[in-house]
């Protein structure tokens, strides 16, 4: 089944490190970006109809807004949108819709609004449950909005919450990391997502750091912070599952799992990705253009690429192997007709004997302590 993803492009300010495609939030540009997803939407869905009687139209089971601040467009908006995609493509009854919200663009009224209008996942950008560390990230929320926001999204009625946090921060030590995975862990979200700092070279950011003297912590420490934080977090019920995530069982996000399980999805909004039948594609960047076009019924996709059989193997193995279970080399076989030991043995050998990999029957997967290295590993592949 395919996965929708929907790209909202605005925020109430800009971080100072962030390196997504965003901007200002306009309330006439954001009027006329939902028509243009609307269009977009329905568009995709007419191709996908081949047309006439008994045509089935391509099945999705999975919504996601991501951005951005998706939670800065009105539950109308968003009600809309799953609209749009329901009459466009057939979306399964048990769909998961997740909707990335900020702490501070929240309230009860507008989360149970938003479940009303269809959603059914929250994923907070919350960083830090510490406010100094917040600050110097330029996020407009504190700690204790945070919580808030999380108390609303239960009293609203969401039982599926996933927490985003961010490791190395500017002067953040590993006590300090600790406090914020604690803090989560304590609030109970059903998922969390721990993402690594990285400092752009043209982040203002990094200029910030150089004026406040601040500095990441050593690599010894990264490695301290992340491998403390999944004990932590197994210890608490929470089952890794990928690099980066963690879940309580049965809710691992459905919708990140295609991207890591050779699945199909397609992007909409600018600068949205999509891969399907072998093609990869990205829309126009710009919010302007990408409106321009998508209401003028004009070409959105960029960088349109059939991938080589080569490339599909590859991304297949890079991206199964960030996940806990990782490769399966007998789906690969059958898949691609590639038998991975022959292929590649010879170079995953050191890893494997390193403990960064493990073997176990027809599976390959990194270890914990391989997932700090996975760079390295994964580019034996590509
Ligand atoms: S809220 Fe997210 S997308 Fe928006 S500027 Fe901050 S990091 Fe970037």
């Known amino acids: 089944m395919l996965g929708l993803y929907v790209h909202v492009p605005f925020c109430s300010a800009i971080c100072n490190y962030c390196n997504f495609n965003r901007g200002l939030f306009d309330a006439d540009l954001k009027v006329r970006y939902v028509d243009a997803l609307v269009t977009e939407i329905e568009r995709a869905g007419g191709a996908g109809r081949a047309g006439g009687a008994g045509q089935v139209r391509s099945a999705a089971d999975t919504i996601f807004f991501g951005g951005g601040t998706p939670s800065l467009l009105e539950p109308d908006d968003i009600a809309r949108i799953i609209a749009a995609c329901e009459s466009a493509f057939d979306v399964a009854a048990d769909r998961e819709v997740t ?5 501070e663009s929240v309230t009860e009224a507008r989360l149970a609004a938003y479940r009303r209008a269809g959603v059914t996942r929250l994923s907070f950008g919350v960083q830090s449950f510490r406010d100094d560390e917040l600050r110097r990230l330029s996020r407009l929320h504190s700690a204790d ?6 108390a609303e999204a239960r009293a609203a009625g969401f039982d599926n919450v996933s927490l985003d946090l961010m490791m190395w921060l500017p002067e953040q030590r590993v006590s300090e990391w600790l406090e914020s995975v604690d803090a989560s862990i304590a609030l109970g979200p059903e998922h969390l997502s721990l993402y690594m700092l990285e400092v752009y070279p043209n982040a203002p950011l990094k200029d ?4 406040g003297r601040w500095s990441q912590a050593p690599d010894d420490d990264v490695a301290a912070m992340y491998l403390a934080a999944m004990e932590r977090l197994d210890a608490a019920g929470y089952g890794q599952y990928e690099i980066s995530n ?10 990140n799992l295609k991207y890591w399980t050779d699945g199909e999805w397609l992007g909409f909004g600018c600068g949205a990705h999509s891969t399907r039948d072998g093609v990869r594609w990205k829309n126009v960047s710009s919010t302007a253009e990408y409106i321009d076009k998508a209401v003028g019924c004009g070409t959105l996709g960029v960088d349109v690429r059939r991938l080589t059989a080569d490339e599909r193997l590859g991304d297949a193995l890079f991206t199964g192997l960030r996940l806990v279970d990782g490769i399966d080399a ?6 691609y007709g590639i038998d991975v030991w022959r292929r590649f043995g010879a170079d995953l050998e050191p890893f494997l004997e390193a403990g960064c990999l493990r073997r176990d029957g027809d599976r390959l997967s990194l270890t914990r302590q391989g997932m700090l290295l996975a760079h390295e590993v994964m580019s034996v592949f590509v």
């Open 99 to 103: 909707l990335e919200a900020n702490p």
């Open 145 to 150: 909005r945070a919580r808030a926001a999380f």
């Open 208 to 211: 910030d750091m150089a004026r």
């Open 246 to 255: 963690v879940a309580k069982p049965g809710r691992r996000s459905r919708h």
């Open 330 to 335: 007998n789906a690969i076989q059958t898949r």
